[in-house]
């Protein structure tokens, strides 16, 4: 069955996250990312399905922040919480380095090799073809580049109890995706690590996420023990990648054939690349890698193929 699109445009995802009982998600996806991105926030970073920015904070000391999203409600809403705290952390001149940009996963408008890192969490449950998403993913990634991907974990130990007192029929153990609903697809992890492979990544850490989530725990337990419990879980248990979010580090480890080389992508003083952002895009309807995008007030043209973009509130709106 083909999942149908979640629709953000008409739904406020921050109130997915606000209500109360999502705070141990929360801590459990940011207690993992620490571990994943620490010592490692320099360059380029894309937030692919980046929300409303929940994560923005996790790698703000990137030297350039690229926030993507299919929904331009997301990407508003994305737009405003970043404004809100650079403003209160008195960083608020920081807000040049970060860019927002309405894309298709499964059709990046970047170009080949020019990305330094990237993140997704809670995008590839929603996809009919990870494979797809994760080849574009390490199209844009630099060599030696890496990625934190996150996906819904089929073979979790809530439905591999459920499966062995016969409550559920699907069993927790093939390879094939279950379908959750209309809109959300679970993988096995050994067909997402397949596919991370197959697409010249190697892997480095896995990180079994919200082991807890249980709601009879989660309702009769504080949330700092139940946060005290999933440190030593993700700690001493994610070999088994028994959560229902599994976390995996990859790293690129080769390079394209086709790779758009910026002049100079070094550091400057006070970590501000020379580089201009239009040099990282490509129009998403030729995929012409040897041009540069032009920007005329509102409108962004393609020299190639003369598609137009808009640019709507800041947000680059480069949606085929």
Known sequence: MELRKSDYENYDYREFWEASNRQYEDLSERIAIRKLIKNEQKGIIIDIGCGYGRLFNEYIDFDLIIMLDYSLNNLNNAKSLVEDFLSSTNKIKENKKVYFVAGDANNLPFKSEVINAAISVRVVHHLNEPQKFISEVSRILKNDSFFILEFANKRNLKNILKFLIRRIK???????????????????????????????????????VSNLRITFLKKRLKLSVLILLEKLFQSLFSFMKLGPSI?????????????FIIKDDNLLKNKIFDIDFLDLLLCPNCKNQNIKLEVSYATIKCPSCHKRYLIKNGIYDLRV
Request: glycine share 4%.
């Open 170 to 208: 699907d069993s927790p153990f093939s390879l094939e995706p279950t379908n959750v609903g209309d809109t959300i697809q679970n993988n096995h992890p050994k067909t997402i690590t397949g596919y991370l492979k197959s697409c010249n990544f190697k892997i480095k850490s896995i990180i079994s």
């Open 247 to 259: 976390f995996v580090k990859a790293l690129k480890t080769n390079h394209s054939k086709n790779v």
